[in-house]
Every structure is written in structure tokens, then in C-alpha cells.
């Protein structure tokens, strides 16, 4: 069970929480895709180079979502984090959109203008992200989780989205729920704290290099 992965990648950082969710042991392949023979290692099997790449028996999967989806049905003791009920299901696939067309871009897009243009974020930007920001607030508001009760694979994710302003020490004080929402998620993640050194260790190590 190979996993190509960066931890400094939001992406990759989901996969390998839900890997921890799930208990699983990957053969972790750390990789940088930045380097030209590192996109032609990975594009014998993923033809867009990119990370997170899972290959289990020779089944290739690549996006992290799908990653995520896959192993949950294949090694979730039960259906709680990608829950069956129609219904539901609906509520926890409308959060990983949301996470992949909203939060992920506003959060990405803003911090890459500051660690990798070197330029302020314009004000389109700014406000971007906080209506992504407003939303997960309201998300989390009047429950604990994103999308259900309990924890569900876009808590994983949005997770890692919203991490990934901490370093621009991006203000979260005008988002108590999200506040309250990290700590119940870094509280029921296995090892997080350990888990979250090393990532802010090769995020700064990842800074330096820009």
C-alpha cells in the first residue's frame, strides 16, 4: 500500500489522517513533485504527476478525496466517517466540494501570494477567504462537526485547508466555532500533536526554499 506524498501538502496531510482514523500503515514514498524526475517517477502511474498517489495491487488512485473515499469503504470498521445514509452522505459530499472548490482555493491561493509572490493578497483574495471562512463557521456553529454529529472525512480535510493558513499566522479570532471545531479535531486525530511538529518542521524547511 504505497502513498507518494509531501506532508506539507494539504492534500496529502488528509489522506494520511484518515490513514491514522483507519489505523493503517502506508509505504510512505516522501517525494518532492517540484523536481522533473520526481513528475516522471510519478507519471508512470498517474499521468497529472501530482500527490497524493496511492497504489494498492497495482490500483492506482490519485486526487485525495478519492483516496480518502476508497479507504474508508475498503478499511472502515464501519460506515461513521462516509456515512451510507443517503441523506447524510449528501450533507458530508456537499462539505468535500465545498472544501475542494472553495475553501482549499481561497485558502491556497491566498497563501501562496504571500510565501511564494512575495506580494500582499489583493483585496478579491481577502475576501474570498473569509466568505470561505464565514461558511465553515456557519458549518460548525450549532454542531460539532461539519457535517454530521460526529466526525466525517471534510472534517479531515477542510482540517487541512484551514491549517494551512497558520503559516501566514492568519487571525482566526473572528471564527470562534472554527476555533472550538480545530481543538474537538485535534483532540479526536491520533497522535496529532506529533503529527502537526513534523509538518510545521517541513513547512518551514519547504519555506526556505521559496
Request: overall charge negative.
Amino acid at each position: 500500500m504505497e502513498l507518494y506524498f509531501n506532508i506539507v501538502s494539504p492534500p496529502c496531510q488528509s489522506v494520511l489522517l484518515v490513514g491514522k482514523l483507519l489505523g493503517i500503515t502506508f509505504d510512505l514514498k516522501e517525494v518532492n513533485p517540484h523536481l522533473p524526475e520526481v513528475r516522471e517517477q510519478l507519471r508512470k502511474h498517474n499521468p497529472q504527476h501530482t500527490i497524493p498517489t496511492f497504489i494498492e495491487d497495482g490500483h492506482v488512485i490519485w486526487e485525495s478525496y478519492a483516496i480518502a473515499i476508497y479507504l474508508v469503504e475498503k478499511y472502515g470498521q464501519d460506515d461513521s466517517l462516509y456515512p451510507k445514509d443517503p441523506m447524510v452522505r449528501s450533507i458530508v459530499n456537499q462539505r468535500l466540494f465545498f472544501d475542494n472548490g472553495v475553501m482549499f482555493r481561497a485558502a491556497i491561493e491566498y497563501v501562496e501570494c504571500i510565501l511564494k509572490k512575495k506580494l500582499e493578497p489583493t483585496d478579491e483574495m481577502v475576501q474570498k477567504l473569509k466568505k470561505a471562512l464565514g461558511l465553515l463557521e456557519s458549518f460548525v456553529k450549532d454542531r460539532s462537526f461539519v457535517a454530521a454529529d460526529h466526525l466525517t472525512i471534510p472534517d479531515v480535510c477542510l482540517l487541512s485547508s484551514v491549517t494551512l493558513l497558520t503559516g501566514v499566522k492568519y487571525d482566526l479570532e473572528p471564527y470562534p466555532a472554527i476555533q472550538a471545531w480545530v481543538t474537538r479535531m485535534t483532540d479526536e486525530l491520533p497522535n496529532y500533536g506529533e503529527f502537526h511538529k513534523e509538518l510545521v518542521e517541513k513547512s518551514l524547511e519547504y519555506i526556505k526554499t521559496l
